[in-house]
């Protein structure tokens, strides 16, 4: 972010950079997330042995990269390679890419609201980034409307885009689980009795980003499946709408089963 661009980096921090100059003896790399340039020595970039330091780093190459030390006076900074693992390059990556995505998302706000850059993450990106995170703030006020940024006192003017901003953006990932239940219902008006059995259920527990459908397969046997943000919340929703249907026939006299598939 803008702001950031003048602080320093802690030792023991993991920093996305971008190798500028390589020499013989080690490496120059931009920092890309605080404008300030680091120096990674050849003894730092690999425990193996070096015979050609090119076959390891090479110019306007992205590397996450550990912070050794800091010289605030001197202005310099030491970084290692060699000291990062495959677990925190993995997830250094991961968290750089997703702020880039909720930079990108707060600079469209910037323009719809007609704010600078700057003035725009002083009222909104700092205020995200304290209580949620950037990104995870767009995506848990598409997720949860717009009292997730109201309620941290964002002006409702600036909150009304946001929210048509991630509406726009982000599209939420979602799984989906699936079962087989056979109902039966032997009255005069069984047929009525299972269509409002189904409609009831999803009515009572479709929420927000899920989705539930009911399709016959082949009479007493129907197909419900269950589309959520998540495994856990999507088997929830599967279990306890099988368990509705069934409840609203047993009620209506009749009897249901359900058997998930994998």
Known sequence: M???????????????????????????????????TGFLHISEISSAR?????????ENQKLVLKVLRVDYEKGHIDLSLRRVTKRERIEKVKSWKKDRKGEALLYVVAERTGIPRDEAYQKVGTILEENYGLYDGFEKTLKEGITTLTQLNIPEEIAKIIL?????????????????????????????????????????????????????????????????ENWKQAEEILNKTSETVIANIDHAGGYGTFKREK
């Open 164 to 228: 048509e901003v991630v509406e726009e953006r982000i599209k939420v990932k979602t799984v989906k689980v699936w079962g087989i239940l056979e109902i039966r219902c032997s009255r005069p008006n069984g047929v009525r009795c299972i269509q409002n059995a189904f409609i009831n259920a999803k009515k009572t527990h479709t929420t927000k980003n899920t989705k539930i459908d009911f399709s016959v397969i082949a009479a007493p046997k129907y197909r419900i499946e269950v589309l959520a």
């Open 50 to 58: 070096i015979r050609n330091i090119r076959d390891f780093v090479r």
């Open 2 to 36: 803008y702001e950031q661009k003048t602080k320093w980096p802690e030792p023991g921090d993991l920093v996305m950079t971008t190798i500028k100059t390589v020499m013989d003896y080690g490496v120059y790399a931009n920092l890309d997330e605080y404008n300030k």
